[in-house]
């Protein structure tokens, strides 16, 4: 009868092959070709497989390997969390960027529409002035032609047996005065005035003159290549260091995580793109400084900073600051490099402001209540008001 294996015996490199032997040197199994083999165990010490060394490999297993293997899957666990919550941001940060060029390139297509639609009309105005143009000369000439043909065919073949004065004898004598000499002064007169215009060069250059070439001077090459470079995709590292603490202007702040708890007599606070939740009441009223780092994405409400806070430093994070999610007891307001969202209310308690390189522009009612400190980067004419060169040692960055 033959017996059935149930237990797996294969050697782990090389799956045709059964382990029968151990390697005296590495203390593990090896199969035949393991033995053999000059990437293996060619030239080490080959026993038989006995209790006494079964058992020595077995010990080193049970009281190392399968605890490291253990926390190696919690460390995977915790490694896969991780990589999943860099990815969730990833993603939203992919969907941004989707939606921004989507966006751009829309308003892009609007104007690009706009600029054609211009054009092609201009190009139609001008076309319809040279149409104008061609028919004035056109019916100008075919008058011309009309009246010249009329008089050469009336007098091709008689205007030598025409006799003006006796004409004008015979008119006179003639009862009802037919006026026959008139017509034939009035064929002088068109003549006179045909020939007047054919002998007149700059009279003919007029009429041409008044045509308009239309020409464009085309940039579109260089249009194109601008809107090749309108947005340009940079790669970089989306490992997070994970500090406890960061400095910011001299300080060392706490980083706060999900879950985490705030050490007792904390008075700096760090809140980084790790949040995903903050809830009312998290953040202990002990809590004088607060540093919003680069890429802070959770919306803030009131509440959520504590009427402790007295500096509030902002990045680059990624929501707008909505009505009373500023505390009012925060006195100094620092809007650092990379700040670009609204602001829809700043507290009355704000007495000092700092602007490093930000977009965002202070209200011209608030001006002249706060002193503003800015930076050389910083665009905003102030006019003066209360206005004072900031050099911003120690904030360049506020990330983790």
């Not at 090896?30 to 060394?53: A, L, P, Q, W």
């Not at 308003?107 to 002035?129: A, G, N, R, S, W």
């Not at 809590?287 to 994405?297: D, E, P, S, T, Y």
Request: with cysteine; aromatic share 8%; charged share 25%.
């Amino acid at each position: 009868m033959t017996s059935i294996n149930k237990f797996d015996n294969k050697c782990t490199l090389h799956n045709d092959y059964d382990y029968r032997f151990i390697c005296g040197d590495c203390r593990v199994p090896v199969c035949d070709y393991c033995i053999v083999s000059k990437n293996h165990h060619r030239g080490h010490s080959i026993d038989f497989v006995t209790s006494e060394n079964s058992n020595l490999i077995f010990q080193e297993f049970k009281n190392n390997n399968f605890q490291f293997l253990i926390k190696c899957l919690d460390g995977d666990k915790e490694l896969i969390n991780k990589s999943k919550e860099i990815f969730d941001e990833l993603e939203e940060e992919h969907i941004q960027n989707v939606n921004t060029v989507s966006n751009e390139f829309k308003q892009l297509h609007t104007i690009l529409d706009i600029v054609e639609t211009d054009t092609i009309k201009q190009l139609v105005t001008h076309y319809d002035e040279n149409k104008e143009t061609n028919s004035k000369i056109s019916k100008k000439l075919e008058n011309n032609s009309k009246n010249a043909h009329l008089i050469t065919n009336k007098y091709k073949d008689t205007i030598n047996n025409y006799n003006i004065q006796q004409i004008f004898k015979n008119d006179q004598n003639i009862k009802g005065n037919n006026h026959q000499h008139l017509e034939l002064l009035k064929h002088c007169h068109q003549s006179q005035m045909l020939v007047r215009e054919k002998n007149s060069e700059n009279k003919n250059i007029e009429l041409l003159n008044d045509y308009n070439k239309v020409t464009i001077e085309n940039s579109i090459e260089s249009v194109k290549n601008s809107i090749k470079d309108t947005f340009k995709i940079k790669l970089s590292s989306a490992t997070y260091k994970d500090p406890k603490r960061v400095k910011l202007g001299g300080g060392e702040y706490f980083i706060y995580k999900d879950g985490c708890v705030i050490p007792n007599g904390t008075l700096y606070l760090a809140l980084g793109p790790s949040i995903k939740n903050l809830t009312v009441g998290s953040i202990p009223a002990t809590v004088q400084r607060i540093a919003l780092l680069n890429g802070f994405n959770v919306q803030l409400t009131e509440g959520l900073l504590p009427n402790s806070v007295q500096w509030l430093h902002i990045g680059a994070i990624r929501k707008p600051l909505i009505k009373k999610s500023i505390p009012q007891s925060v006195s100094f307001l620092f809007l650092l490099d990379g700040f670009n969202q609204e602001i829809n209310e700043i507290p009355q308690s704000v007495t000092q402001i700092y602007l490093g390189d930000t977009s965002f522009k202070i209200p011209q009612t608030l001006i002249k209540s706060v002193r503003v400190y800015k930076t050389p980067a910083c665009k905003q004419d102030l006019n003066g008001f209360n206005e004072v060169l900031w050099n911003s040692n120690g904030y360049s960055q506020i990330e983790m």
